[in-house]
């Protein structure tokens, strides 16, 4: 009588979770359909759409107009960067809240997050001027900045919830036996937390990778990420259906793919605390 | 020790790049997404040609975000731009500010004096040009030969609006996926309310009395809103409170509209075999007007490339608005893409080439439409602005905005027209006494 | 337990992340709220005074403040709603054996890859489109009038667009909420005679309602601020039918340039935000500690 589904049973499952999970990909994989087809033929019905030519003119198009390798470049600095240094700053914070929690620990971490409830429209202009002021417009340097700040309270967060489960007791025998805070975070800490780390790279790589408020309005050209490069087929000339989904799939796959294939580490973080 | 070898190769050839960008200067424009602006990034070998030692780094956008970000930029003086796209309405207001380069030694090569007239006016202060226009235009009719022939209506060189009207009726066949008539509805200064500010016009209505108060509550407007929501709710596409220029342009290409009223470039879109499915059926006429009022919209706008102050490189930026808007890139075009694609509007020796004239059906009530526009005097009751389908204040970006919003409502069947034109009244009152106009 | 030692150390490793965080808050917070006190229209300059509460008045006697307000909030509600219920009936169905588990999970998490701009983009043309939309091909199949989502039902779309992005992430929280729970529990309910809902209600919603807070926490930070969405489809309207608080004080700063009259609405969203926070806290404090 234990849980061991019937075949039945199993089939039914199946039937109904892979219709979902087609309905939720559906958006995707259509706008990869269209953006094969040729501008004229993506926007007839969708039989025709499945019936019509493939091609590759809208990627080459695409090609043609804007410099898509270096916003992808743009894209992978400023997400990786700003994540790594995210990460050096939020590895002490999280692992001394986690370990030596203070009656105020709770009030900081929860400070921390309400930052990030502030509106950012409410404050481009001020940072838009200190940028200027600063020569860091239309800089990676300061794009890298802004995401790291942004996304810093999500990361100690995680980490957090990450070394909370760690059990005490092991640093107890490691300071036993005579190590040092260092050797602390070094040999008994990292490993033990690589898991989290891991999927905390990859959660705020994705964040940064979409952000699309500061990374358009921080830059123009130089350091434009793949945000930018889509803006820029946002509203049509003529016809543009293949157009936007040539751009937008070459702006999202490489997310995409990173996502797909490290899913099982993403996953498996992906609880902020909230498993126990 | 394989690594470092790499690592060193990697750092001369990154230091030889960096020596090699040194040598030229890079100049970032800031464009909108039309047509004309997106042929010019195809013709650009032929910039290249001419100055090796600049390069050109494009940031295209769509036409709101363009305005915000460049204004932006422009008056915190933030650099990030050296050349900006801009409409007639910004050149006088950032000129007068001192926010962009007056371009007064202009080479004897770009001819000046071949500008339109009514075009270097509005591109003026104090007698010095401020940007250089890429392209001009005014409004006229654009509509459906073959479907005007079929529902048997034969439409005027100079339609009223009831013709119009009549004939929306007639062709529409919703069925087939024809609306009888495409209008602007996305809210935005420049795009729902460029069009219903100047069918007002048309009607006789104006912005502001003489003493700046709002005026949606006079009877000419109540009449030219009315008509357009009339227009619009039996004749129009659906979804048309997100239409603005280019999606309406497309929608003509696709053979889904049988009349569009909107500016007079789009002529040379709906015209071109390739991107447009109704290119040999198309006629036109002059923009309607209300039977009894002579005024035809007075619609009058150019894209023009200005330079801000703020650039760090101010040959650069002049040496390519020069070349993008000389009359050596109007020959460019043509030798290229055909004479009908050259960007109109701006020079009076387009006007006067035959084969121009030949090729571009729509070349002769362009430039009549844009002589026809009197910026001055927009309607024809008195007003304090000068504008056309705008208003010359710095204010009415976010105004019309504001307003359009309220109409493009009323459009979308959120509230009625009355509920819009109080809302309008009210809060263009509320931001002029917030701006001191009203005393 | 902690030592002396080790407390001073633990303060200097969270410091740099306070003193960061505290600066970035600071610094633009500060500058907001004085210009929110001018007179300060970025295309007048040198006409900057101060002007007293003049701006928060205007912007909180706006007709558009108070819808803003509600579609905010609603916008919120709608999303929590839809992504926690739906992500609950997900991670059911996703809990139980089927084939070919892995290929569903990757269809179901990609939503959670794509940007912002490019789903409102895709969902407002190629689907929502009344006239060459997927949705407007279909109405014609069945003979029905295309429906103008985004002007007709402007705020649910957007519900909708967001909903879509954000339920793979409640469904992978939830999942792995569920994947955690004790089979044994479960099996010895069923023998007593518990019925599926009743398993559901007294076994599994309990277990789940960490995670449930833990979802609505962190999307609640995202929703707040929901602004691609908006400006790619609608650009707040028709009227103020979508315009959130973001939305509107991007209106007033960047479409206006009226820095003051926006700085005043960012301090007032600030504000409400804050209200926002403490409420949530406190929420989850009490379900995080249990």
């Not at chain 1, 107890?172 to 040999?187: C, H, K, Q, V």
């Not at chain 3, 929110?36 to 007048?44: D, H, K, P």
């Amino acid at each position: 009588m234990a849980r061991a589904a019937t075949t039945q049973r199993k089939a039914i499952v199946t039937v109904a979770a892979w219709i979902v999970g087609i309905a939720i990909f559906f958006p995707i994989l259509w706008i990869v359909i269209l953006s094969f087809k040729s501008e004229g033929d993506a926007i007839r019905t969708p039989l025709e759409v499945l019936r019509a030519q493939w091609t590759l003119e809208s990627y080459t198009t695409v090609q043609e107009r804007s410099n898509y390798l270096r916003h992808f470049w743009n894209s992978v600095v400023l997400s990786v960067g700003s994540t790594l240094i995210g990460l050096i700053i939020a590895v002490p914070a999280a692992w001394a809240m986690a370990f030596v929690p203070g009656k105020r620990t709770k009030d900081v971490l929860m400070w921390m997050l309400s930052t990030k409830m502030l509106p950012p429209v409410g404050v481009l202009v001020p940072i838009y001027l200190i940028f200027r002021d600063l020569g860091l417009l239309d800089s990676r340097v300061g794009l890298v900045i802004v995401l790291t700040l942004i996304n810093l309270p999500i990361i100690i967060w995680m980490l957090y919830t990450y070394f909370r489960e760690i059990p005490g007791e092991i640093l107890e025998a490691a300071r036993m036996d005579g190590a040092t805070l260092r050797d602390e975070i070094l040999y008994v800490l990292t490993p033990m937390a690589v898991p989290g780390i891991a999927s905390t790279l990859l959660l705020n790589i994705i964040l940064a990778w979409n952000e699309a408020f500061w990374t358009l309005n921080l830059t123009a050209a130089k350091a434009a990420p793949l945000t930018a490069f889509i803006a820029s087929y946002s509203s049509p000339e003529g016809l543009f259906y293949a157009k936007l989904s040539a751009a937008s799939t070459m702006a999202i796959a490489p997310i995409l793919i990173m996502g797909w294939f490290s899913q099982k580490q993403l996953v498996r973080g992906l609880t902020f605390g909230a498993v126990k | 020790m394989k690594h470092s070898i790499r690592a060193l190769m990697g750092a001369c050839a990154v230091s030889a790049l960096a020596t090699a960008a040194l040598a030229e200067t890079t100049i970032t424009v800031a464009t909108v997404n039309n047509g004309d602006m997106i042929r010019m990034q195809s013709m650009m070998e032929d910039f290249y040609a001419q100055h090796p030692d600049i390069k050109v780094e494009w940031v295209t956008l769509e036409e709101n975000v363009l305005r915000q970000r460049v204004t932006q930029d422009v008056a915190t003086n933030g650099g990030q731009f050296d050349v900006m796209t801009i409409g007639n309405y910004e050149v006088p207001i950032w000129g007068a500010r001192g926010w962009l380069m007056p371009l007064t030694d202009l080479p004897a090569d770009y001819k000046v004096d071949d500008l339109l007239p009514s075009i270097r006016s509005a591109l003026s202060v104090d007698g010095s040009l401020y940007a250089l226009p890429f392209y001009g235009e005014s409004a006229m009719v654009m509509y459906r030969t073959d479907l005007a022939e079929q529902a048997g209506v034969s439409l005027p060189d100079q339609p009223t609006w009831a013709q119009i009207k009549e004939a929306a009726a007639k062709m529409t066949d919703k069925d087939a996926g024809i609306y009888g008539i495409c209008l602007r509805g996305k809210p935005g200064w420049g795009e729902n309310m460029a069009f219903i500010s100047a069918m007002a016009n048309s009607y006789g209505a104006r912005w502001f009395d003489m003493s700046w108060e709002p005026e949606f509550d006079s009877a000419p407007w109540q009449a030219a809103f009315k008509d357009y929501l009339d227009l619009m709710t039996n004749y129009g596409p659906p979804g048309a409170s997100s239409n603005g220029f280019n999606e309406n342009l497309s929608l003509f290409q696709q053979g889904k509209c049988g009349m569009w009223i909107d500016a007079t470039v789009a002529a040379g879109f709906v015209t071109d075999p390739e991107e447009s499915s109704v290119a040999e059926n198309v006629g036109y006429a002059v923009f309607p007007n209300k039977d009894g009022v002579d005024n035809h919209g007075n619609w009058l706008w150019s894209w023009n490339l200005g330079i801000p102050k703020s650039t760090d490189a101010p040959e650069a930026a002049e040496a390519f608005v020069t070349w993008a808007t000389g009359p050596h890139y109007t020959q460019l075009v043509a030798e290229k893409q055909g004479w009908r694609a050259a960007p109109p509007g701006t020079r009076k020796s387009l006007y006067e080439n035959a084969t121009y004239l030949a090729e571009a059906p729509f070349a002769t009530l362009t430039k009549e439409t844009m002589d026809a526009a009197t910026p001055e005097k927009p309607s024809v009751q008195d007003v304090p602005y000068v504008g056309a389908q705008f208003v010359s204040i710095p204010e009415f970006q976010g105004i019309g905005t504001a307003v359009g919003q309220q109409f493009s409502a009323a459009l979308a069947g959120q509230m009625d027209a009355d509920t819009a034109l109080k809302n309008a009244q009210m809060l263009t009152q509320r931001e002029m006494t917030k701006a001191g106009y009203i005393k | 337990m902690a030592t002396q030692h080790s407390r001073a150390a633990a303060r200097l490793m969270i410091s740099p992340a306070v003193l960061l965080l505290l600066g970035w808050m600071i610094v633009p917070l500060s500058m907001t709220l004085y210009f929110s006190f001018l007179r300060y229209n970025l295309l007048m300059p040198g006409m900057e005074e101060f002007t007293g509460w003049t701006n928060y008045r205007f912007f909180l006697t706006d007709p558009a403040f108070f819808a803003a307000l509600t579609n905010t909030l609603l916008l919120v509600g709608g999303v929590l709603l839809i992504t926690v219920i739906g992500g609950t009936l997900l991670a059911l169905l996703l809990d139980q054996p089927f084939w070919g588990q892995g290929i569903v999970r990757i269809m179901v998490i990609a939503p959670f890859f794509v940007m912002p701009t490019v789903s409102a983009l895709v969902w407002k043309n190629m689907f929502m489109n009344p006239v060459n939309g997927l949705f407007g091909h279909a109405a014609h199949w069945l003979g029905l009038e295309p429906y103008d989502f985004l002007s007709q039902a402007p705020l649910m779309s957007i519900i909708g667009i967001v909903s879509w992005q954000w339920l793979p992430f409640a469904t992978l929280i939830l999942l792995t909420a569920l994947q955690s729970l004790d089979q044994e529990q479960l099996e010895a309910a069923e023998m007593d005679g518990a019925g599926a809902v009743q398993r559901f209600g007294y076994i599994m919603l309990p277990h789940l309602a960490r995670a449930i807070t833990v979802v609505i926490l962190i999307q609640t930070i995202f929703l707040l601020s929901i602004f691609a969405e908006i400006l790619v489809t609608t650009n707040g309207g028709p009227g103020t039918a979508s315009t959130n608080l973001t939305y509107l004080i991007y209106m007033q700063s960047l479409l206006q340039f009226d820095v003051g009259g926006g700085s005043a609405g960012g301090v007032i969203a600030i504000i409400l935000a804050n209200i926002v926070a403490i409420f949530l806290m406190r929420m989850i404090g009490k379900n995080l500690d249990a």
